[in-house]
Structure formats: C-alpha cells, structure tokens
C-alpha cells in the first residue's frame, strides 16, 4: 500500500513561517500529482495548494503570495512553505497523493497541525 507522513507543523505567531514537509512511500509506480489541504475546526476540509507532475501549481485565494508548493527531486515528496501566516490559516493540515499504477489512487496522510497564535 501506499503511505503519506506530513511533518513540520506547529505553534508559530503571526507574520511567522513554517514548512511542512509530506513523504509518500510504498508500493508506489509514480506520482500524478501532491497536494495540501487543511481543515480547521468545525469547518470542512479545503484545497490549499496542488502540484500536478508538469502543470501549474494552483492556490487556494487565501494563500496565494504567502504559500508555495514544491516537489522534491525524488518526486515522492511535496513541501508547503508557508510565510505571513495568519490566525486564520490555523488548521491541520493533510498532504495528498495521485497515486497511478497498481495501487493507483488518491492516498492522505493523517495530518500536521498549524498553530497561528500570539
């Protein structure tokens, strides 16, 4: 099976930066496409950033100008850096893959939290 692991949240003040890092592992052919969503409390889950293997990056509106998404070299891993954050970008935060192959499918991990606080 396939498996995400997020790593890199936690407690910043506003105007502060975190980066998440997110690594796919196991029977994995190749990667379509990463992603990074968040869900705050009593809210439902929302698309931050997506990263499709030669396309375009996409944000969400609320990011756009303060977060980027990257893949690393081994193409198994996204990065969300994250800069001017915000009390409002407070949530846990879940990478997700586009697995094809065998295995192929849409693959989460089980989230990072992001604490925007003074």
């Known amino acids: 099976q396939v498996q995400l692991v997020e790593s890199g949240g936690g407690l910043v003040q506003p105007g502060g930066s975190l980066r998440l890092s997110c690594v796919a592992s196991?029977?994995?052919?190749?990667?379509?496409?990463m992603g990074w969503y968040r869900q705050a409390p009593g809210k439902q889950r929302e698309l931050v950033a997506f990263?499709?293997?030669?396309?375009?990056?996409n944000y969400a509106d609320s990011v756009k100008g303060r977060f980027s998404i990257s893949r690393g070299n081994a193409r198994n891993t996204a990065y969300l850096q994250m800069n001017s954050l915000k009390p409002e970008d407070t949530a846990v935060y879940y990478c997700?893959?586009?697995?094809?192959?065998?295995?192929?499918?849409?693959?989460w991990g089980k989230g990072t939290l992001v604490t925007v606080s003074s």
């Open positions: 997700n893959a586009e697995v094809a192959g065998a295995n192929g499918g849409h693959y």
């Open positions: 990263i499709p293997n030669g396309g375009s990056t």
């Open positions: 196991g029977s994995i052919f190749s990667i379509n496409a």
